[in-house]
Nanobody, 126 residues
Framework: QVQLVESGGGSVQAGCSLTLSCAAS????????RAWFRQAPGKERELVAA????????YYADSVKGRFTISKDNSKNTIALQMDLLKPEDTAVYYC???????????????????WGQGTQVTVSS
Protein backbone atom coordinates (compact mmCIF):
# COMPACT_ATOMS: atom_id res chain seq x y z
CA GLN A 1 0.00 0.00 0.00
CA VAL A 2 1.22 3.47 -0.95
CA GLN A 3 0.03 6.66 0.70
CA LEU A 4 -0.03 9.93 -1.24
CA VAL A 5 -0.36 13.37 0.34
CA GLU A 6 -0.98 16.57 -1.62
CA SER A 7 -0.17 20.07 -0.45
CA GLY A 8 0.08 23.59 -1.82
CA GLY A 9 -3.49 24.42 -2.76
CA GLY A 10 -5.10 27.74 -1.98
CA SER A 11 -7.02 30.73 -3.30
CA VAL A 12 -5.45 33.13 -5.79
CA GLN A 13 -6.47 35.70 -8.35
CA ALA A 14 -6.42 35.00 -12.07
CA GLY A 15 -2.95 35.30 -13.55
CA CYS A 16 -1.21 34.20 -10.36
CA SER A 17 0.68 30.99 -9.66
CA LEU A 18 0.54 28.02 -7.31
CA THR A 19 2.73 24.98 -6.87
CA LEU A 20 1.25 21.68 -5.75
CA SER A 21 3.31 18.88 -4.25
CA CYS A 22 2.60 15.17 -3.80
CA ALA A 23 4.63 13.09 -1.36
CA ALA A 24 4.58 9.29 -1.59
CA SER A 25 5.33 6.79 1.14
CA UNK A 26 7.21 4.38 -1.14
CA UNK A 27 10.66 4.58 -2.67
CA UNK A 28 9.18 2.75 -5.66
CA UNK A 29 7.15 5.84 -6.52
CA UNK A 30 9.74 6.84 -9.09
CA UNK A 31 9.00 3.74 -11.14
CA UNK A 32 5.22 4.26 -11.17
CA UNK A 33 2.94 6.06 -13.55
CA ARG A 34 2.37 9.35 -11.69
CA ALA A 35 -0.29 11.91 -12.44
CA TRP A 36 -2.25 14.97 -11.42
CA PHE A 37 -6.02 14.93 -11.86
CA ARG A 38 -8.58 17.60 -11.07
CA GLN A 39 -12.31 17.61 -10.52
CA ALA A 40 -14.60 20.62 -10.55
CA PRO A 41 -18.17 20.51 -9.20
CA GLY A 42 -20.49 18.74 -11.61
CA LYS A 43 -17.66 17.62 -13.87
CA GLU A 44 -15.78 14.40 -14.48
CA ARG A 45 -12.38 13.90 -12.92
CA GLU A 46 -9.88 14.78 -15.63
CA LEU A 47 -6.20 14.15 -16.15
CA VAL A 48 -4.14 17.33 -16.03
CA ALA A 49 -0.56 16.08 -16.34
CA ALA A 50 1.34 12.83 -15.94
CA UNK A 51 4.66 11.04 -15.94
CA UNK A 52 4.26 7.72 -17.67
CA UNK A 53 6.04 4.73 -16.18
CA UNK A 54 7.99 3.89 -19.30
CA UNK A 55 10.56 6.22 -20.83
CA UNK A 56 9.59 9.10 -18.54
CA UNK A 57 7.07 10.38 -21.07
CA UNK A 58 4.96 13.35 -20.05
CA TYR A 59 1.38 14.26 -20.83
CA TYR A 60 -0.47 17.57 -20.54
CA ALA A 61 -4.10 18.32 -21.12
CA ASP A 62 -4.57 20.84 -23.91
CA SER A 63 -6.26 23.23 -21.49
CA VAL A 64 -3.11 23.58 -19.36
CA LYS A 65 -0.34 23.10 -21.90
CA GLY A 66 2.10 25.99 -21.74
CA ARG A 67 0.84 27.07 -18.31
CA PHE A 68 1.38 24.02 -16.09
CA THR A 69 4.56 22.02 -15.61
CA ILE A 70 4.87 18.61 -13.96
CA SER A 71 8.14 17.79 -12.25
CA LYS A 72 9.62 15.12 -10.03
CA ASP A 73 12.21 14.68 -7.32
CA ASN A 74 12.92 10.98 -7.12
CA SER A 75 15.25 11.38 -4.15
CA LYS A 76 12.30 12.71 -2.13
CA ASN A 77 9.60 10.47 -3.62
CA THR A 78 7.64 13.49 -4.77
CA ILE A 79 6.09 15.03 -7.83
CA ALA A 80 4.97 18.62 -8.23
CA LEU A 81 2.70 20.67 -10.44
CA GLN A 82 3.72 24.24 -11.16
CA MET A 83 0.64 26.18 -12.21
CA ASP A 84 1.17 29.58 -13.83
CA LEU A 85 -1.25 32.05 -15.40
CA LEU A 86 -4.11 30.50 -13.50
CA LYS A 87 -7.64 31.00 -14.80
CA PRO A 88 -11.01 30.76 -13.03
CA GLU A 89 -11.72 27.58 -14.98
CA ASP A 90 -8.74 25.95 -13.26
CA THR A 91 -10.73 25.98 -10.02
CA ALA A 92 -11.05 22.38 -8.81
CA VAL A 93 -9.88 19.84 -6.30
CA TYR A 94 -6.52 18.55 -7.48
CA TYR A 95 -5.52 14.94 -6.82
CA CYS A 96 -2.25 13.08 -7.00
CA UNK A 97 -2.52 9.55 -8.40
CA UNK A 98 -0.19 6.66 -9.15
CA UNK A 99 -0.19 3.21 -10.74
CA UNK A 100 2.54 0.59 -10.26
CA UNK A 101 2.10 -0.62 -13.82
CA UNK A 102 2.72 1.24 -17.01
CA UNK A 103 -0.32 2.82 -18.61
CA UNK A 104 -0.45 3.34 -22.34
CA UNK A 105 -4.10 3.19 -23.37
CA UNK A 106 -5.84 4.25 -20.14
CA UNK A 107 -3.67 7.13 -18.95
CA UNK A 108 -6.68 9.47 -18.75
CA UNK A 109 -8.90 6.98 -16.90
CA UNK A 110 -9.10 7.45 -13.11
CA UNK A 111 -9.94 3.75 -12.60
CA UNK A 112 -6.53 2.82 -14.01
CA UNK A 113 -4.79 4.29 -10.96
CA UNK A 114 -4.26 2.30 -7.78
CA UNK A 115 -3.29 5.05 -5.35
CA TRP A 116 -4.83 8.46 -4.67
CA GLY A 117 -4.27 11.37 -2.37
CA GLN A 118 -7.18 13.08 -0.62
CA GLY A 119 -6.98 16.15 -2.81
CA THR A 120 -6.17 19.83 -2.36
CA GLN A 121 -8.47 22.71 -3.30
CA VAL A 122 -7.39 25.29 -5.85
CA THR A 123 -9.63 28.33 -6.23
CA VAL A 124 -8.96 31.02 -8.83
CA SER A 125 -10.97 34.22 -8.75
CA SER A 126 -11.29 36.84 -11.48
Amino acid sequence: QVQLVESGGGSVQAGCSLTLSCAASSRDFKSYTRAWFRQAPGKERELVAAFRRTYGQTYYADSVKGRFTISKDNSKNTIALQMDLLKPEDTAVYYCAAAPRGILSTLRTPDAYDYWGQGTQVTVSS
